[in-house]
Every structure is written in C-alpha cells, then in structure tokens.
T-cell receptor, first 110, second 117 residues
Framework: EDKVVQSPLSLVVHEGDTVTLNCSYEVTNFRSLLWYKQEKKAPTFLFMLTSSGIEKKSGRLSSILDKKELFSILNITATQTGDSAVYLCAITGTASKLTFGTGTRLQVTL | GAVVSQHPSWVICKSGTSVKIECRSLDFQATTMFWYRQFPKQSLMLMATSNEGSKATYEQGVEKDKFLINHASLTLSTLTVTSAHPEDSSFYIC?????????????FGEGSRLTVL
C-alpha cells in the first residue's frame, strides 16, 4: 500500500524565517510526487517532481526529490504571513491515483 | 492550468436526505476523476476512482451504496451521498486527470462542504 509521511505535523515561525518541510514515501511504480498548498478550500498545486536531484523553484518556494532515499523537501524562504497554510505532499503510483500525507500545518507570525 | 468546477460549494441538509455533488472539467476531457473526503484537520482521503463509462472503484471501507458515483461523460462526474447522516458531514473534493499520458498531476475542484443536521 502506498504511504506518505510528512514532518513536522505543524510548525510556527516568524515572518522572514526559512522553513523546510519533509515528505517521505513508499510507493509501487512511482510516477510523481506533488506538493500542494491548502488554505481554506481545495488544495492548490505547487510542484510536481518526477526526477531526482532537479530542483523546482517558484519564487520563494523550491522543492527537490530524492528517489533513492524516497523523500522530498519543500523549502520556503523569507516566509510571509500569506504562507500560512497546510502543505500537502502526495504521490502517484499507477493510474494517477494520488495518496496524500497528513500535511504540515505552517503558521507564520509577525 | 486546467479548470475543474465543483458544485455546490456548500450544502446543509437534513438527516436522511440525499445530496448530489457535481464535478466538471471545464476545458479538458477527464478520463478519470477522483473523489476525496477531508475531515477537519485531517488530510484528503481517497474515496473512489471514477472512470468514464464504467463503474467506480471504491477504496476499502467506503460504502458504494451510500456514496453513489456516476461518470456519464468525459467532463462530468457526480457523487451522491444517499441517506446522509451527521457523520457524513465533511469536505468533499473532486479531482480530474487528463489521462495516462501525464505523470499524475491532478486538477482539483473547489470542494463541497456538506453539513448534515
């Protein structure tokens, strides 16, 4: 059975800090790992990673995948209060079925 | 990116009634749609996989007679919560896949918050 474990479960930082969120996984027939940000409604897409060692970057957010060690990290630099959300990691195995982790709840304070 | 529309955004109903939630892919044909349920402060749990023109595949522990899924066209899947009870109150989210050529990126609807009184 596919499995995704995220850590930490929750995190409180001050605005301007840098945070690293972790995601480890077990999957049969890995296809991709995805990061989503969820505020009050449905998740919004951040990154999709399929290859090891290639960093994906979008503004202050970046992510990288290690398929040998079966994990990924999501980095957020110079955090802002608008970054407060639950960050979800998910993997796809066969048939595009997404398995989600429990998420990391990030709170950025002033 | 692709757009998936979900309706209604929220619904309140009495115990024992049935509620239908629609999920539409607006600018692409979705061969596969997925229905998730999310309880407060928990992650998304896959309920079922809906394939156009065939029966849905339900995850273990999800009652297929209670959560009826219909995927009659390449742009529409519906989830009907039959004889809803307060414990069915949850946030239901659909997502759609363009097809097997992609590596798994899914596009999410806005979600439907169901409250059963």
């Amino acid at each position: 059975e596919d499995k995704v474990v995220q850590s930490p479960l929750s995190l409180v930082v001050h605005e301007g800090d840098t945070v690293t969120l972790n995601c480890s996984y077990e999957v049969t027939n890995f296809r991709s790992l995805l990061w989503y940000k969820q505020e009050k409604k449905a998740p919004t897409f951040l990154f999709m990673l399929t290859s090891s060692g290639i960093e994906k970057k979008s503004g202050r957010l970046s992510s990288i995948l290690d398929k040998k060690e079966l994990f990924s990290i999501l980095n957020i630099t110079a955090t802002q209060t608008g970054d407060s959300a639950v960050y979800l990691c998910a993997i796809t195995g066969t048939a595009s079925k997404l398995t989600f982790g429990t998420g990391t709840r990030l709170q950025v304070t002033l | 990116g692709a757009v998936v529309s979900q309706h209604p955004s929220w619904v309140i109903c009495k115990s024992g009634t049935s509620v239908k939630i629609e999920c539409r892919s607006l600018d692409f044909q979705a061969t596969t749609m997925f229905w998730y349920r999310q309880f407060p402060k928990q992650s998304l749990m896959l309920m079922a996989t809906s394939n156009e023109g065939s029966k849905a595949t339900y995850e273990q522990g999800v009652e297929k007679d209670k959560f009826l899924i219909n995927h009659a066209s390449l742009t529409l899947s519906t989830l009907t919560v039959t004889s809803a009870h307060p414990e069915d109150s949850s946030f239901y989210i659909c997502s759609a896949s363009r097809g097997l050529r992609n590596t798994g990126e899914l596009f999410f609807g806005e979600g439907s918050r169901l409250t059963v009184l």
